[in-house]
């Protein structure tokens, strides 16, 4: 497809459980990041994926949130050990990078994975 | 901290007139700057961006105004139409020292009456 996709569209599980949660970013999309938005809130920055550079992990809550991508390509946001605050909508966004132009680089979303913690 | 705001949760215009969002934002760092849409159960969708070399910049009905001595900016929409109500988020970036992450503020529900 065209765009940013994310699945599962909809998560539900129990405290304590592990969730995995994918992204495809667009094809030749270098840099991926992983935003979530909590009921009522703007969307928060998590992880910042650019090439093969280290990821900016500056925004993950805490150390039960981890990803990877792999082959520079889709990405697994992983939360271990779910708590009911975890409950949100997990967004992905993909963007072009290079280039002397800010018009290369607004973020591209997915729909996002609708997460509930029970 | 909220280094973005949108001191208006919501708007309500009548079509065909102009609407206006507005932004605040804290941090001197910031040097780009974009508007989102989202509609129910969507992701967000890219509708302008502006550096903080311009002052204006304009696509279609859309326009984004950058007052960087105010810390503010703002997106006008006209003529409005009913297909522009959505949340709009702006949304902040220190482009050059840490690009890619993006500040939001909370969002502003737009509602265009017929």
């Known amino acids: 497809g065209a765009g940013v996709s994310q699945s599962p569209s909809n998560k539900v599980t129990e405290k304590g459980k592990d969730v995995e949660l994918r992204c495809d970013p667009i094809s030749g999309h270098t840099a991926l990041y992983w935003y979530r938005q909590s009921l009522g809130q703007g969307l928060e920055f998590l992880i910042y994926?650019?090439?093969?550079?280290?990821?900016?992990k500056s925004g993950l809550p805490s150390d039960r949130f981890s990803a990877e991508r792999t082959g520079g390509s889709v990405s697994t946001l992983t939360i271990q050990r779910t708590q009911q605050e975890d409950s949100a909508v997990y967004l992905c966004?993909?963007?072009?990078?290079?280039?002397?132009?800010?018009?290369?680089?607004?973020?591209?979303f997915g729909d996002g994975t609708r997460l509930s913690i029970l | 901290d909220q280094q973005v705001k949108q001191n208006s949760p919501s708007l309500s215009v009548q079509e065909g007139r102009i609407s206006i969002l507005n932004c605040d934002y804290t941090n001197s760092m910031f040097d780009y700057f974009l508007w989102y849409k989202k509609y129910p159960a969507e992701g967000p969708t890219f509708l302008i961006s502006i550096s903080s070399i311009k002052d204006k910049n304009e696509d279609g009905r859309f326009t984004v105004f950058l007052n960087k001595s105010a810390k503010h900016l703002s997106l006008h929409i006209v003529p409005s139409q009913p297909g522009d109500s959505a949340v709009y988020f702006c949304a902040a970036s220190p482009f050059h020292t840490s690009y890619g992450k993006l500040t939001f503020g909370q969002g502003t529900i737009l509602t265009v009456h017929p």
């Open positions: 994926f650019q090439g093969n550079s280290a990821p900016d």
């Open positions: 966004a993909s963007s072009r990078t290079g280039g002397s132009s800010y018009s290369n680089q607004p973020q591209h």
